[in-house]
Structure formats: C-alpha cells, structure tokens
C-alpha cells in the first residue's frame, strides 16, 4: 500500500573531512525545505573510500544524531548515499533492442528493459555497476533526445553513459550505512548529485563542466547539448592543499587548514609582499613568522595541478573548446580566493560558482547553512531522491503499520542479469572502447547446439594452425641440413 502523506529524503554525503545529513520535503512551489541539518568530522575515509569501518560508522551515526536534534520529531531510517574515490570509472556503450509486438507503442517496460540490458555489459573483474545514464535514444535509427515512449517502432536503441566502481568500495560504504542502523536507498555518484544541485536547463543546453573541490576528491561531470557526456574522480582536493601547507611550511594540520580558509589564495599574485602570519608552533618555543606570499604560492601549486587535471579530461573528450556555459565550481574548494581567476587561466574557459540555492526553499537557518557550495553534494542527493519519487521509482510502503522508503526499479544487479537474460526479445550491447572501435556483444539466450557449432569450428581451426606450424618446422629443419 502506497502511502499519501509528505516524505521526508535524507541525503548522507560521507566525505573525507565531513560527514553530512540533510532532511528536506518538496513544497508547494518545488522547492526543498529542509527539516534536518546534521553534520559532523570524518573520519575512516580516504580520498572517498572507507579506510577504516568502525570509525566510518561512528562518524554517520554522530551525523545523524546531530540531524535529528536539529528537529527531534525527525525519523530518519532510509537515506540516499554518494559515492567518489579513484576507483570509479566510466565507459560509453550502445544498446538496441528489437520489438515483438510492433503495432503497440512503446511503453516505460520497453525503456526499462533496454535499461536492464546494460548490466549485461562486459565490465572489469572486481567492478560493479553503479548507475547507467540515457544519453540519447533511437527509434529505427532515427535520434531522438527524449523518452520514446508512446512512440511507434521496431527496434528502439540508446546510448548510454555507464559509471562502475570497485565492488569492495562500495560493499564496504553500503556495510557501513547498516552498522550505523539505516538502509541505503540508492547509491548515486558524487559529481551527477553536485550538478543537479547547481545547474539549470539554460546550462545544460549551453554546455558546462561542473567542477566539485571537495575534502578527498575532486568531481568532474560534463555535459553538452543536454547530454551526460562525461565523469570523472580527481584522486586530489583540499586534503592534498592542506598537507601541502603543513609540510611545506612546518606547521600543525590544523593550523594549516586554518591558514587555507583565512589567509589562503589561489592566485600568489593578489597576495601581499610584505604580509606575515603569526603561528604558535609548540608550547616554549617562539611563534613562527609565516609570508603570505609563500602560502599562497603553495596553495596555487596544488590547485593549478588539479585544475589541469580538469583541463585534461576536457581535453581528451574534445570539449576544451566547446563548453559556451564554462565551468562551475563548488564543494568546499569553490571558496578558496581566487580559484575563479585560476581556473579560467588553466582551462580557457569563463569560471563561477555554484551553489544550490536555486533548489532550496524557506527561510530557516537550516535553508541558510545548506546555500553553502560545500553541501550541494548532500542536496543532489535529496533532490534525487524526489526525482524517484515523482517517477515511481521510490515508492513508499506501509506494512502493518510500519512505512519505509523502496526503490523498486534499481534492483540488486544479480537480478537485473538474471531478469534481463530471460527475456524473450532479441538484445543487443554494443561497447564503444576508447579507440572508437566498437564490439558487438550476442544475445544471452543463445542454445546450446550455436555454442557446440562454434567450438567444433574453433578446434577445427586449432588443428588446422597446428598442421601448418608442423609443415613449417619441417622445412626449416630441411633447410638446416641442406
């Protein structure tokens, strides 16, 4: 039984400096009020990946427990999780499928099913899938940027944009999600949750790079024309500056984030010549004098690299050029001075900052604290989580008494394979390798007399290489004693 009343989606953002929780519900005008703020330090995460599940799980739990003070009558037991880390990866395939019944017009189950059909493709041992994303769909060959649904054809196709990550990364997120007494709803990629959070449809059509600097990594995701057309984990972020001005001018972690966040500049130019920073080291000894200069010189160092990095996968999907909305920048990063100014200089590209504040309703302090560009991850994650609902793929179920949130599309990929490998229609994946070459992938339900032919066929070409390389060594050992 589905429930009518207003639904609470929590977003949970486990990143590698903090952890945070945020409660919203849509209003009337489709906005999202926020009913729930927690946030608390991390810790057991490196770079996006839980190092350590105990200390992972003490963090989410304290997050929590702060989101429901924030508002005692909050219950929180479903929430929507991101995902980062360099282990994620992303590939572009091709899939069509051919319809039975072609007098009927096509429906949501014909687009579900083509859907379904990528999981069958061929990803890396030790990868899993993490989200397919519809690029552009065919009719008959003929393109079409929206649904076809309703629409008359024989065979329907798509492209589609597949993100996979290590199977034990994403284990061990989801196991500690459960040790600290929730349910992961969905697991959404970090870069495609901060992007809806700060882009708008004037953006999408005009082309932009949506740059999120986070604690442990940086999120790149891409689009042109409307379209997905590329994501990518940068294993560098505010960590890596920070460490850099701790080791670089011998001060105390804290100290050194503390210097990044009030003095700090990512353009040494606009800093101050003649500028010092006074730093008590250690307890007897004399404060020590830091320049400014040198400060944001280090600083410039580490965000010029990671905002080449961005530049380089721009680059390599021939979209250094063509993005006529430029880059938005956001996550904690995006507040650094001047880091507009660098990026434009790195990438060519015109640079601003995102924040979510499009998206965000009411005047609490709660609505207040989320406009920060640090938190668009976390409200990505809300905002995805009403994007299911209005679709149906989240439903809310009431079972003698007792309501939960479920996503009755996303399934368990097992059962995705296995759901799509019986079916009577004719599927066919197509992966497009980075060369630009393309292999075709057959149908799972092939019999087993197709699969006896083509091993005869294959031994008896093995025996026929053989036979050849027999003759060969023949002559040559004639030769030899000629």
């Keep these: 039984m589905i429930q009518n009343k207003q639904e609470v989606i929590v977003g949970l953002d486990i990143g590698t400096t903090k952890v945070v929780a945020i409660a919203g519900v849509k209003n009337e005008f489709g906005k999202i009020d926020i009913v729930g703020f927690g946030r608390a ?26 989101c429901k003070k924030s508002n005692p009558n909050l219950e929180i037991k479903n929430v929507y999780v991101g995902i980062a880390g360099q282990h994620i990866k992303s590939l572009q395939t091709r899939g069509d499928r051919v319809r039975l019944n072609t007098d009927s017009e096509i429906t949501k189950q014909d687009i579900d099913m083509l859907l379904k059909d990528q999981y069958k493709t061929y990803i890396p041992a030790g990868d899993r899938i993490v989200d397919i994303i519809p690029q552009e769909y065919f009719v008959d060959n003929i393109q079409t940027t929206s ?36 349910e992961m709803i969905d697991i959404i990629l970090q870069p495609l949750a901060s992007a809806a959070a700060v882009i708008s449809d004037e ?24 379209i997905l057309k590329h994501t990518a984990v940068i294993p560098y972020a505010g960590v890596n500056v920070t460490n850099d001005i701790r080791t670089g001018l011998g001060v105390l972690r804290a100290q050194a984030e503390a210097m990044k966040v009030i003095h700090g500049s990512a353009l040494a130019s606009s800093a101050v010549d003649n500028a010092y920073i006074s730093i008590p080291v250690i307890k007897g000894m004399p404060a020590k004098q830091v320049s400014v200069k040198n400060l944001s010189m280090i600083i410039q160092a580490r965000m010029h690299e990671i905002l080449e ?71 990505g994650l809300v905002l995805r989580g009403f994007d299911d609902l209005e679709n149906g793929a989240l439903q809310v179920i009431n079972d003698m008494g007792n309501s939960y949130l479920k996503n009755v599309i996303k399934q368990n990929q097992d059962d995705v394979i296995s759901d799509a490998t019986n079916t009577t229609e004719t599927a066919t994946t197509v992966v497009m390798n980075p060369n630009n070459t393309t292999s075709e992938k057959e149908p799972s339900n092939q019999g087993s007399a197709t699969g006896s032919k083509r091993r005869n066929i294959l031994t008896q070409f093995k025996d026929k290489l053989i036979e050849l390389f027999e003759e060969v060594q023949t002559d040559a050992q004639d030769a030899e004693l000629k």
């Design 147 to 182: 649904s076809p649904v309703v629409m008359n054809g024989v065979k329907i196709g798509a492209n589609f944009h597949i993100v996979t990550g290590d199977k034990n990364a994403i284990k061990n997120i989801k196991r500690c999600i459960e040790k600290a007494g929730l």
């Design 41 to 66: 330090d991390s810790a057991g995460v490196n770079h996006g990946v839980v190092v350590n599940i105990d200390e992972c799980v003490k963090s989410i739990q304290n997050a929590i427990a702060d």
């Design 309 to 379: 990095q961005v530049y380089f996968h721009l680059k390599q999907i021939g979209m250094d050029t063509r993005l006529h909305g430029g880059v938005i920048i956001t996550g904690g990063g995006s507040q650094l001075k001047n880091v507009t100014q660098l990026a434009d200089f790195v990438t060519g590209l015109s640079s601003r900052i995102g924040d979510p504040n499009e998206h965000i309703g009411g005047d609490s302090s709660f609505a207040s604290a989320a406009m920060n560009p640090m938190y668009s991850t976390c409200i």
């Design 203 to 226: 953006d999408l059509e005009a082309g932009v790079a949506i740059v999120d600097i986070g604690g442990g990594t940086t999120d790149l995701a891409v689009f042109y024309d409307g």
